[in-house]
């Protein structure tokens, strides 16, 4: 599933608030706040896309999320390694190590988490 920059941003929100109405929506969002319209016309996307669906209460939607943030977010990085990195996550891991500014002890933190992959993966 592709999502826009402004739908990623709206489903965060969802995500975040887990269930919303138009009016939290609007409180999420950072200033300049994006007109109502804007933000249906998103809505309508992401309902169409199967991202969220809704309840009706007279006039009101309550907006929920159908796809789960950890879901969406490890098929844009799969994407990611596929398209960039030529399928293969090692390369993808080279160049994440190499060219982001991370300190030592966050490298020693993805190395034990690598560690702990290994050890649940030989199990």
Known sequence: MNLSNGEEQLMNIIWQKGKVFMKDLLEGFPEPKPAVTTVATLLKRLS???AIGYIVYGNSREYFPLIQKKTYFSSKVNEL???FFNDSPSQFASFFTKETDMSQKELES???IIEDQIKTKSL
Do not use: S
């Open 81 to 83: 390694v596929k398209n």
């Open 110 to 112: 993805l190395k034990k």
């Open 48 to 50: 169409d896309k199967g």
